[in-house]
Structure formats: C-alpha cells, structure tokens
C-alpha cells in the first residue's frame, strides 16, 4: 500500500504537499462500545490524529472545522500517546518522507476486526460528513499559491 506507493510514487514526492488519510470513518460510539483502549467518537466529532509537521496544515484544518458541522478532536495526536495511532496507518508512510499528514478516524470500537462489525453499525451520514470536511481541506491545500511548510519534519526527530 503506502509503503510501496512512498517508495515508487507515480508523481515524485516532493510534488505532495500533505497527505489526508481516512481509516475506519463509519462508526459512532454506541452503548458498550468505546473503552480507554478503544476510543469512539460521538455523531458530531472525529479524532484528528497528526503530530503537527505543519503548522498551517493544522490551521488550514482548524479554519475548516469552524465551518464544519464536526468537531475535531486531537486527543489521539502524536508520536507519544499510548495507543500510537499516529504511527498505525497509510499516512505513517508518508510523514517518514517528510510529508505533513492528517489522519481522519472515528476510532476504534470493541468489535473492531472480529465478525462483530457489521455494515449496519455504519453511519453513513457521518461519513459523508467526514468526506465533505477532508474535501474542504484538500481544496485549500490544493488551492494555495505556495507549498505548506513543514515546521517540524521527522527527519529531524
């Protein structure tokens, strides 16, 4: 997947200016469904999960969430929380190059890879809320006169 495209992109990485990644965007907390070790969002908030490479990539994304109909919540952000979800996914692969990310997730649930996570626990409205909120933040990115700045590579960690 990431690792491969990081290593072998079709357009040269220093052509990406950030990453917007979405894992697992469906779900709500439910009844029973979130613990410490399986954090949820509620219908109206997602986790944002980053490690601040870029400060105007945060602001970009902090402007856009006053206009959302979401809450976005930092609470799983960085390299030092114990659930390390910022290094967990696709978008770990491209902050390795240097790449500012944004990781968009409604967490993880008790059910999460068991035979328990059915389709019908998915709220697609959310999603779709999710999805818009990323467009928005994507098209800002896209539409800037000037490269983000990564104030804080991991080359440098």
């Known amino acids: 997947g990431s690792k491969s495209y990081v290593n072998h992109p079709l357009f040269p990485l220093e052509n990406t200016v950030a990453d917007l990644n979405m894992d697992m965007i469906g779900r709500v907390k439910g009844v029973a469904d979130s613990t410490k070790e399986n954090p ?9 999960i980053t490690d601040s490479q870029s400060k105007e990539l945060r602001a970009i994304a902090d402007d856009i969430d006053k206009k ?30 240097d790449i ?11 059910d999460y890879h068991t035979s328990g996570d059915t389709v019908d626990k998915i709220d697609f409205e959310k999603m779709e809320m999710i999805t818009k909120t990323m467009y928005e933040i994507g098209l800002t990115v896209a539409n800037r006169k000037t490269r983000l700045v ?8």
Do not use: C
Request: proline share 9%.
């Open 40 to 48: 949820m969002t509620g219908p109206a908030s997602v986790f944002v």
């Open 68 to 97: 959302s109909p979401l809450d976005f919540d930092y609470s799983l952000s960085g390299r030092d929380n114990p659930l390390q979800l910022f290094a967990r996914s696709d978008h770990y692969n491209f902050v390795r190059k």
């Open 100 to 110: 500012p990310v944004l990781f968009f997730t409604t967490g993880l649930h008790t």
């Open 150 to 157: 990564v104030d804080n590579p991991f080359s440098k960690w």
